[in-house]
């Protein structure tokens, strides 16, 4: 039984055009069985926070090439990318590097 | 690969770095990130090329160096020139503001020694922005440009509507008198330098740069230009039919804009920032927009193709996400404004089909935009032959690469429809544009929504053509000679 998570997720570089130009977003993750992960976390803004268009944003269950996502400042290629297990009060940022959308 | 000091035993960390293994594997999952590659102390906070974790202090050592290494590598830009630098507001221009901003700060020695100037173009009429929003834009942009202390000048797109015919002609270049080498240029300017503090009051300033110009734009002129001009712009657009034909509108107008403020301000070269993602996706677009005689220039460091006013790409080897790493790392303020064809699907112009390609691939394999890039940089501009104006694209101002018209597929394709009007008709800009050009020209609308200078440009051209034409069997032949004359 995971405990509710609460994270920060922010989007930077043109990728909170997706999420009606709200830069930062105060999240609190429901309790469920697994431990959430990147992979969860997706899925989850997905369906939450996504105001529109989702293939601009993710391809599959990762996002799309050409998203950049941070963990804690630090880059997700050195925590794991999509299995990093997320704590408490984690910071979770994702740049477009994209020419829009 | 994680070391045992660090006390992080589960990290695998197998990226098969240096095995030549262009696959990327995914990293294991590690709480702690392991350390820098470069010095070993501080843990890594991005991820470099294939697998090198730099910390904070390395990457910024190492961006910095990379953009001083550009510079001076290649020995185009003089000491005391005026440079202008084309600001978009995005993440890689800002980047090369902040670089310009560092490098003449150093200590004399090391320090970078010219004279910036900075421009920026609003394009929120054909990015689909209401006029508030373009204002707040501005508004942002110019905060930023005032802080630099550096002279700058705003403009909006509708203002190429109005530029004059010379845009498209080749301006007198360099190439006449002797330029003085590099290494001369450096040390005469330090000369005058010392020179300068012996005889001045042993104050360390060189002269013009750090004197805080004034902001030498407008001031207090209108924001936004009249209602009418954006209305004749937009119609220019819309009648653009495809997406790809847009694109290149685009890029065309804002070439020739920030071409003519470099020449009207007096700026002899114009720094742009495409950093090596764009430049990788710019390369193939080209390719697939029959531009492949002319990629050098598009991409390469130093294009030159205007003669007098010589571009410069000092960010071409910097990948997008370092760009952005380092933006977000060290506080670079941005201006994100949507570009032309947000929130539409993938596949609409050429352009965002080739960047979705390589990034696509780029996700996987690691290596693939520098070594797109690379290829690139094997290629060289060849030597510019074509010096009349005759013989140069109208729009785009490279060699016309067309010799043998009739042979091109092409030609049927393109003379169907309007009789001939004269002037105005679209056959009669045919044989002043090179073959992507022609391509593109074949996709806008009626030359009639085209500004009036490239219009004026084209008439004079085809009528000098049709003169030469008519007094070519008086002319006399290079290879010729006047009997009588030794």
Known sequence: ?101 | MCEANRGCGECAAGLGVGLGAPRRRPAAVCRQPRPCVKCGDSAAAVVIRIGDGFCRACFREYFVHKFRAMLGKNRVIFPGEKVLLALSGGPASSAMLRQVQEGLSRETAKRLRFVPGLVHIDEGAVCGQSPAQREQNLAQMEALLQETGFPYYLASLEQALELPGSVLRRGPGAAGEPCPSYKEAVEGFIQQQRQEVADGDGDTSSAGLSTQHGPGGHPAAPRLPPAALTAELLRLFEAAETLTAKEELLQMLRGHLILHTARTRGYPKVMTGESCTRVAVKLLTNLALGRGAFLAVDTGFVDSRHGDVTLVRPMREYMAKEIAFYNHFFGVPTVITPPLSTKRREKTSIHRLMESFLLGLQADFPSTISTVYRTGEKLSAAPAEASSELQRCLLCLCALDIDGEEELALEPTLVTEETGDGADSRAAFIPLLCYSCRLTFKEMGPPATLPSYVRTEARHRSCRARMKEQIQEFLLEDDEEEPGTS
């Open chain 1, 1 to 101: 039984m995971a405990a509710p998570v609460s994270l920060q997720v922010e989007f930077g570089g043109g990728a909170e055009l997706l999420f009606d130009g709200v830069k930062k977003h105060q999240v609190t993750l429901p309790s469920q069985p697994e431990p959430w992960d990147i992979r969860n976390l997706l899925k989850w803004i997905k369906t939450n926070l996504l105001k529109e268009r989702p293939e601009l944003f993710m391809q599959g269950e990762s996002v799309r090439p050409g998203i950049l996502v941070l963990i804690n400042d630090a880059d997700w290629e050195l925590m794991g990318e999509l299995d990093y297990k997320l704590q408490d009060q984690d910071n979770v940022l994702f740049i477009s590097t994209l020419h829009g959308g």
